[in-house]
């Protein structure tokens, strides 16, 4: 079928076709939003290891490097402290089964030589993300080993890791 549009200045006529009864439009679907999946909760045990280097620069400043079996985005803190009063905390969240801390400093210059304890934790379960606590589990009873912690209050796991750091 043809279509007929003329103007009313013009004595000429257009011509558009319609389109075909058979001609099929595009159609868009609506599709009621679907909750994000969520990954399910592990319910393996795992052991918890830590390692830490320390790094001293030119500048006398110290910096921790932490490598572990917890999941990235445990958040740990890490504690630096001398028997003469040296006192530095820090806080960094593991990923690619690292964090790190520093540079740790005495008010901007270097720190003093000598003996330090270097003190590694991580909160209790019910502090981390909901995704490190699928790994972990809700109450941090899918991690395992020696550095593993139970609260006496919660009943909660932790991890709690200690080493001496000697700065000469």
Do not use: W
Request: charged content about 15%.
């Amino acid at each position: 079928m043809l279509l007929g549009v003329g103007g009313c200045s013009s004595s000429e006529l257009t011509t558009v076709a319609e389109p075909s009864p058979t001609a099929t439009l595009p159609t868009t679907v609506e599709t009621p939003l679907q909750p994000k999946p969520t990954t399910p909760a592990s319910t393996t045990p795992f052991e918890v290891t830590v390692t830490s280097d320390a790094i001293v620069d030119a500048n006398g400043q110290v910096n921790v490097a932490v490598h572990t079996s917890l999941p990235d985005g445990a958040e740990l803190m890490i504690g630096l402290f001398s028997d003469a009063g040296y006192r530095a905390q820090d806080t960094a969240f593991v990923a690619d089964g690292e964090a790190r801390f520093g540079p740790f400093s005495d008010d901007g210059d270097q720190v003093p030589v000598g003996s330090y304890e270097l003190s590694i934790s991580m909160s209790l379960a019910f502090l981390q993300s909901a995704e490190v606590r699928q790994t972990i589990g809700q109450r941090g009873e899918l991690m395992t080993g020696p550095l593993v912690t139970t609260d006496e209050i919660t009943g909660e796991n932790s991890v709690s890791f200690s080493a001496v750091l000697n700065l000469e």
